[in-house]
């Protein structure tokens, strides 16, 4: 028996399955309702990551599996609107957190009138990146001194732009709890 606990996903309580009984009955679940997913993957014109969004709603196929009474409505048409549901709220996360985090945008020309030393700005810049790794170093310094874009810094380094996205949100969480001090 394997106990599953399920509070991560708001489910109260303690679920005990036998690990193949169950994991049978997921298998055919997933292969009946795997078009649902892709085709509410479709319908919300979701293109960059496809797999993560597909993950999204298998995790939520499988809460709907769990929720589902039987009393309201047929299982499909609970399942369709949990799954959509739930990667919709991950889509406005997602949002939520590229405008809170959106860089401000500076005229092209303002970087035409400034005179500055390109060292002296790297190493200032490092100044403040003591207590970051490497990738959250790399983050900063390609956007800040290169002004390279997301999508640049992830094929410099031959990863998605996912894992830049974690490297940034990182940094700045990190960045956020540093004392401000002044020279």
């Not at 649902?36 to 999204?56: F, T």
Request: overall charge positive; charged content about 25%; some cysteine.
């Amino acid at each position: 028996m394997i106990h599953i606990y399920l509070s991560y996903l708001g489910i109260q309580g303690k679920c005990i399955f036998q690990k193949e009984k169950f994991m049978n009955s997921f298998d055919k679940l997933v292969s009946q309702h795997n078009r649902l997913i892709y085709k509410i993957i479709h319908s919300l014109k979701i293109y960059k990551e496809y797999e993560y969004y597909y993950n999204i709603g298998l995790q939520a196929l499988w809460e709907a599996s769990l929720k589902f009474d039987g009393k309201s409505a047929a299982f499909t048409t609970f399942a369709y609107s949990v799954i959509k549901g739930r990667i919709l709220n991950e889509l406005r996360l997602e949002n939520k957190w590229e405008v809170i985090n959106q860089l401000p945008i500076v005229e092209p020309h303002f970087f035409n009138t400034l005179q500055y030393d390109t060292y002296l700005e790297k190493e200032s810049i490092l100044h403040y990146c003591n207590g970051l790794t490497l990738n959250q170093k790399r983050w900063v310094i390609h956007t800040f001194i290169d002004h390279e874009t997301l999508n640049e810094i992830a094929r410099r380094y031959s990863v998605n732009t996912c894992a830049v996205k974690s490297w940034r949100r990182d940094a700045l969480k990190k960045l956020k709890k540093q004392p401000h001090t002044s020279n």
